[in-house]
Structures are given as C-alpha cells and as structure tokens.
C-alpha cells in the first residue's frame, strides 16, 4: 500500500551516483548533506569561509599541493626551454641523442606524465570533490538556518533574495577557496621560482622581479579594497533587482488587474538603473586596477630584458638562458593579468559571501530553549495570561494584559473590526511571534517551553488565502502528515468536497489527476478549489485544535453548507477556533469573543450578546443583516424582472 507525506525527491535516473561507481569512489570525499549542530552559522564572512572550509580539510589541502605543483610545473617548463636550446646550440643532430638523450627523454617525461598528472590531478580535486559537493554542503547547511527563521523573518524580505543568497552563498564560498589555494597559490609559486631563477642568472633581474611584487602588492593593497566595496555593493543591488522582479512575477495578477499606470515599469527601471550604476562603478574599478597592471608589467618586462641582453653582451649569460629569462617574464606578465582577473573574482566572491551573511547567519528572534520537550497531543485547554505584545511597536500596544481561557473541545468565534486583534491570537497561539510579557500554555504548559515543531504539531489551520507548494495536488493534501495512504488522501479530499475536480485537473507536462501540479502558490487553480484542498489537507492532519480564519470565505453557499457540514464534523471533540467576518458562521459557537483595540469588549454566546443594549456584536449583526437582506431584496427584483414579471431596470446592487 503506497504512503506518502515526504516530499524528498530521489534524483533522476541519469544523475544516481550508483550508475557511476569510478566518479563515486573519487566523490564521496565531501558529505554534501553533512551538517554541525551550530544553530547559528559565522556572522564574519572570513570565518564564514573558514568554517566550511574545515569541514571539508583535506580535499582543500590536496587542492592546496596540486596548484603549488601547477606554478612549479609551468616555471620548469620556462627553464627546460632554455636548457633545450642550450644543448642544441653545443650539439650537433649526430651527437645530440647520444650525449643528452637521458635529459630529453627526462623533458618527455616532464611533459607527458608529470604536467598531465598534476593537471588532471587540479581538474578531479576541484571539479569531481568540491564543486559540486561543497557547494551543495554550505547550500544545504544554510538552508537548514535560514528554514529555522520565524515568521516575521520572512515578511521583511522578498522570498527570491533569500533564495539568491543561499545560492549565491555555497558558489562563492567554494569560489573562493578554489581560487586562493588552486590559482592564487599556483601564481605565488610561479613568482617565487621566477624570482629564484632570474636572480640565480643575474641579482638585477632579481631585485627587478622583487621590484614588481612589491608594486603588484600595492595594486592589491589599495586598489582592491575600493573594487572590493564595489563588488559588495554590486551583489547587494542585483539581489534587490532580483527580489524585485520574482516579487513582480509572483504577485502578476496584481500587477495586471492594479497596475494601470505601469508602476512596475518605473520599480524595475529605478532597480535596473540602481544596478547599472554599481556595475558601472565596479567596471571602473576593474580598468583601473587593470591599467596599473599593465604599466607595472610593462616597466618589469622592458628592465629584465634589457638587463638579459647587456648581460648575453658581456659573456655572463647563454642564448638559452635569455631564451628563458624572456618566457619567464612573459608568462609572468601573462599570469599576472589574468591573476587579477581572478583577484578581481575572488573580491567579488568575498564581497558576495559578506552580503550573503547578512542574510544567512542571522540569530533567529524565535528558537527552542535547550532544554525545550516536545509536546505530546493536547486536549486543547488554551490559555492566555496577562500577555502583552505590540509587534515590536514602541508607541502602540496591541496587547496589554490579555487574558483568555478556552477550554478543551470548545467551538469558540473570534469577531471584531479589522485590526482587533483575532489574528494576531492565532499567530502568538502558533508562536510565530512571542509576547513581550505574560504567557501562553495548552494544556498547563507554557508554550515557550516546548519545541515550535511539537507545538504546531497540535494545530490544523485553514487561513482565508490558503497557500499551496508547486507540488502535486497529493502531495499537497498529505503535507501535514507522514505516512498516510493514497485511501485516506482520498477520504480526506471526498470530505472537502474536492476529489471530483482533481479527477479532472491537469497540468501543462501532461500530469493528471492527484499527480497535477497546482503552480507557485497554488495559482492554476481557483480561490475555492485551493480552499478545498487546504481544508483536505487539514482533515487530514488529524490535530487536536482546528483554526478555521474565514475557512469557507471562496465557496459557493452550496459548496460552503456541505463543507461547513464536514467541518463540524471534524471539529466534534477539538478546540475548534473559528476567526469570522460573517457572523451567521459563529451563530452555534459555544462562546463568542468580541474583540476591539486589542481587548476583549464583550463575550457570550450569540443570543447573549444580542441582548446586550448598543453593544458591539449587536451593531455589527444589525449591519451585516442590513447588508444581506438589502442584497436579497435586489436579487429579487432583477429575478422578477428577468422574468417579466416587472418591467423596470433592476436596482443597482447594494455591495
């Protein structure tokens, strides 16, 4: 019997690390899902890196010998060029072979095995063991922070810039590393043998080459900070350009029934041209540093030749040895441009690592105590005790001293204006925002002390705007649950009224059925379809405590009586927590809750608070009656009318 509720997807055939056992063996070097029990990730970014880093020590150290072994390999064979047209300059072709044969077949052996092995040996270390692997551990590890993060975490960003710098986070990281120990490493090799070389041949090529490290340390000391700073400030403006366009395109039907003026033309216009001057800034930054580059290297490569050829002048040095000098520092020269580039990379890397930090290595405001327990299932008795709380407002409270007890299985209604308060109960009931002061307990156990999964575990909720994964409408349902079965799938979407449109849903691959994908939030399917499989999902949770916020708001009134029929049924024995702007849904709670300001202004039961002279509840039955019955009575008229009864233009509806 098929079960579901783990949404992990098992990689396509193609890729399966089975089917490629030689690349396994190489590869299983990196865990690329190993991870610490540090809560909070480095809030610096070199100790960011140098976190990471550590984890995965000795495929970085190998990367470390290889590019040391690439700057000495290239430096040899600048050398070995000038040895070769020495030996043949004192050679004859009937002698050659003879008398360096051994030295030749050494220069084969140089070439063909000890270069090849050491670059291939660069290529495994770096593309089969870290870049895939790594990058996906500092991925994964930050994702498994970021997910911790509460609620108001995500309201104050847009869900695409956080996406961004988790990616962004594991590919500069590893980009980082790479380039200091592979390339940067394999340039100061370089350096040092050229240095050795050139100075054994003549001291003045020597202090010349000393010379130009020292001007190409100053290059990187004060030039590369400002193109750092630029670098950062280019990451942060493509992020907000980023968030910008996914938060656009996430809410497009917004955008298309609101944005009659082309506001969003003039957002990302404002966003491109905010992102356009950061990258012109950091491009004059690169040019600069490159034009110094060039004239450094220019002046280094005039001095060393014309040092090389007075010395071939006076007899202290051979052809060769010229031969050699020059493709030393032309290929200096060569990897000193193209090391700045990498430079230039690897400051664009960090700044980008510093950004993602920001993001990344954040101390959640909401986490679980050390010695937090987990909650076992409740009854549902739900407490508030003098609690306090004002969303981090200084000049406003919302709260100041709430005091609420709802007892187990009770059908309670939470009414009142917009802003009383009746959500935010439910958000500090979740604890997806804490109190300032006072308590929460279910059960006689303050919420505070028990872990936020164990916590939301005992809640069903059913929001007025459900929100749907891009994931099979299956999968959707069963989300809440581990382990149910295709059957109670079923029976929980057949009890909310949605198994006979899913039968006929079907998604752009040609997926069909309880295998269609529903799109990003759910938007290929209607207001009351997604209703409908919130509400499955719900029923199908099974918790002790049901939130029903205006649950049944994008229903017919045919589909809504049955649902509502349904979840009355679910709701028997449950605290049962209904947020309603209508009040006909409330009617049967066993107590209603009148909020106002953030306080309780009256409670009862329906009939009681009617009663109450002027009183709040009373004058919003009045209004909404008011409302339904002026809606009833032109719905009436345009009937009649339709039907020739009367011969008059309808009444302009009231709403």
Do not use: C
């Not at 050491?118 to 895939?132: H, L």
């Not at 993060?149 to 695409?160: I, L």
């Not at 799938?489 to 006979?500: L, Q, V, Y």
């Amino acid at each position: 019997m098929a079960r579901y509720g783990n949404t992990y997807q098992d990689p396509d055939p193609a890729y399966r690390d089975t089917d490629h056992p030689v690349w396994n063996r190489v590869e299983r070097f990196v865990d690329p899902f190993e991870d610490t029990d540090r809560e909070v990730l480095p809030q610096n970014a070199w100790q960011f890196i140098a976190y990471f880093a550590r984890q995965a020590r000795w495929p970085f150290i190998a990367l470390l010998i290889v590019g040391g072994l690439v700057g000495a390999v290239d430096a040899a064979l600048y050398w070995a060029v000038g040895w070769l047209i020495d030996i043949l300059d004192g050679s004859s072709p009937e002698t050659l072979l003879r008398e360096h044969g051994w030295q030749l077949a050494g220069l084969a052996f140089l070439l063909l095995v000890v270069r090849g092995a050491v670059m291939v040996g660069a290529a495994i270390v770096e593309q089969q063991i870290i870049v895939p692997r790594f990058y996906t551990m500092v991925r994964w590890q930050s994702f498994r922070r970021v997910i911790e993060q509460p609620y108001a975490f995500f309201q104050d960003d847009f869900a695409g810039r956080i996406a961004t710098k988790i990616m962004q986070a594991g590919e500069s990281v590893g980009d980082f590393i790479v380039t200091s120990l592979q390339s940067l490493w394999s340039f100061l090799t370089f350096i040092v043998l050229t240095f050795t070389v050139l100075a054994t041949l003549d001291w003045r090529m020597g202090v010349v080459v000393a010379v130009w490290g020292a001007g190409y340390a100053l290059i990187v000391r004060f030039l590369l900070p400002r193109l750092r700073a630029a670098g950062k400030n280019n990451a942060n403006e493509r992020s907000v350009l980023n968030g910008r366009l996914v938060d656009i395109f996430t809410n497009i039907m917004t955008v298309k029934l609101f944005d009659t003026g082309r506001r969003e033309h003039g957002d990302v216009k404002g966003a491109l041209g905010n992102y356009l001057g950061a990258v012109t800034h950091l491009t004059r930054m690169i040019t600069l540093v490159r034009t110094a580059v060039a004239v450094l290297n220019g002046l280094m490569m005039t001095a060393v030749a014309a040092i090389a050829i007075s010395a071939w002048m006076a007899g202290s040095i051979s052809t060769g040895a010229i031969a050699a000098t020059m493709g030393l520092v032309f290929r200096l020269n060569q990897m000193s441009g193209w090391m700045m580039f990498n430079i230039n990379g690897l400051i664009r890397a960090f700044s980008t690592v510093q950004d993602a930090v920001e993001t990344i290595s954040v101390e959640p405001k909401i986490r679980d105590r050390t010695d937090a327990v987990e909650l076992a299932r409740t009854t549902g008795h739900i407490r508030f005790e003098n609690v306090r709380f004002n969303y981090g407002k200084d000049d406003t409270r919302l709260f100041d001293g709430l005091d609420l007890d709802i007892a187990p299985g009770e059908k309670v209604g939470l009414v009142g204006p917009s802003g009383a308060g009746k959500s935010t109960i439910v958000s500090l009931m979740l604890r997806l925002f804490e109190p300032e002061a006072g308590r929460i307990t279910i059960d006689g156990t303050d919420i505070a002390d028990v872990t936020q999964v164990s916590l939301r575990r005992q809640f069903g909720v059913v929001s007025q705007e459900p929100s749907l994964l891009h994931r099979s409408l299956r999968d959707n349902i069963a989300y809440g649950r581990h382990g149910v079965t295709e059957e109670e799938i079923e029976a929980a979407a057949r009890k909310a009224k949605a198994h006979e449109f899913i039968l006929d849903a079907r998604d752009p691959r040609g997926r069909r059925g309880y295998d269609a994908h529903v799109g990003e939030r759910g938007i290929k399917l209607s207001g009351g379809q997604r209703q409908r499989v919130a509400i499955a999902r719900v029923m199908l949770k099974d918790a002790p405590i049901l939130i029903l916020d205006e649950a049944t708001s994008a229903l017919d009134t045919a589909t809504e009586q049955e649902i509502q029929a349904s979840l009355d049924l679910v709701s028997r024995g449950r605290t049962t927590l209904v947020i309603a702007h209508r009040l006909s849904t409330v009617i049967g709670a066993d107590e209603i809750i009148v909020l106002r300001d953030g306080m309780i202004a009256e409670r009862g039961k329906h009939a009681d608070l009617l009663a109450i002279p002027d009183g709040l509840y009373a004058q919003m039955w009045t209004r909404q009656s008011e409302a339904i019955e002026a809606e009833t009575r032109w719905r009436k008229a345009r009937e009649e009318d339709e039907m020739g009864i009367i011969v008059r233009r309808p009444p302009v509806s009231p709403t």
